[in-house]
T-cell receptor
Framework: GQQVMQIPQYQHVQEGEDFTTYCNSS?????IQWYKQRPGGHPVFLIQ?????EVKKQKRLTFQFGEAKKNSSLHITATQTTDVGTYFC???????????FGQGTTLQVKP | EAQVTQNPRYLITVTGKKLTVTCSQN?????MSWYRQDPGLGLRQIYY???????DKGDVPEGYKVSRKEKRNFPLILESPSPNQTSLYFC??????????????FGAGSRLTVL
């Protein structure tokens, strides 16, 4: 079945270092979404990408959607302790009402 | 305030004792869904509903039931809970299920322990 894979599963960085998580879908996606879940919290929507090759920025966060619309990435520049959490990508299932999530990347930032 | 409300937030129960986790949204969303979150497995969809009286299985529906009698409510029912259903459960909703309107708003989560 359709799968969305995310790597790495965990990442530990020193505060100030950069961080990137990658998302790959087994099928072409009409759009891709990114969510952040703080420790002990619930997933919160960050952004949606729709166009092939699209790049969007939110302060230190840069989101990219691949040309083939099968992969995406989230890059954080100069991480801060407030960036700690799990980042999920999600894409709509083909011909279904599902939103399929990647396994998530858990980011820990050492001050 | 626009939100998805789940109850209970925490529950410890015993094997076989039926329980219901309620979920309510005040945003007039058509689409609602239940997920369970387990370490290393991310968010796995249990059931979803595209509108009133329309429900469908997600990836891990075994042992669960749902109903959608009203637009705002989407309860998750565990008829005979087992220890492998110990998990963190999230209810979520979106305006529609189609592209462009499928951004999910999540509830705060319900942590269930089955002994």
């Amino acid at each position: 079945g359709q799968q969305v894979m995310q790597i790495p599963q965990y990442q530990h960085v020193q505060e100030g270092e950069d961080f990137t998580t990658y998302c790959n879908s087994s099928t072409t996606l009409s759009n891709i979404q990114w969510y952040k879940q703080r420790p002990g919290g619930h997933p919160v929507f960050l952004i949606q990408l729709v166009k092939s090759g699209e790049v969007k920025k939110q302060k230190r966060l840069t989101f990219q959607f691949g040309e083939a619309k099968k992969n995406s990435s989230l890059h954080i520049t100069a991480t801060q302790t407030t960036d700690v959490g799990t980042y999920f990508c999600a894409g709509p299932g083909s011909n279904t009402g599902k939103l399929i999530f990647g396994q998530g990347t858990t980011l820990q930032v050492k001050p | 305030e626009a939100q998805v409300t789940q109850n209970p937030r925490y529950l410890i129960t015993v094997t076989g004792k039926k329980l219901t986790v309620t979920c309510s949204q005040n945003m007039n969303h058509e689409y609602m869904s239940w997920y369970r979150q387990d370490p290393g497995l991310g968010l796995r969809q249990i059931y979803y509903s595209m509108n009133v009286e329309v429900t469908d299985k997600g990836d891990v529906p075994e042992g669960y039931k749902v109903s959608r009698k009203e637009k705002r409510n989407f309860p998750l029912i565990l008829e005979s809970p087992s220890p492998n259903q110990t998990s963190l459960y999230f209810c979520a909703s979106s305006l529609f299920s189609g592209a462009g309107a499928n951004v999910l708003t999540f509830g705060a989560g319900s942590r269930l322990t089955v002994l």
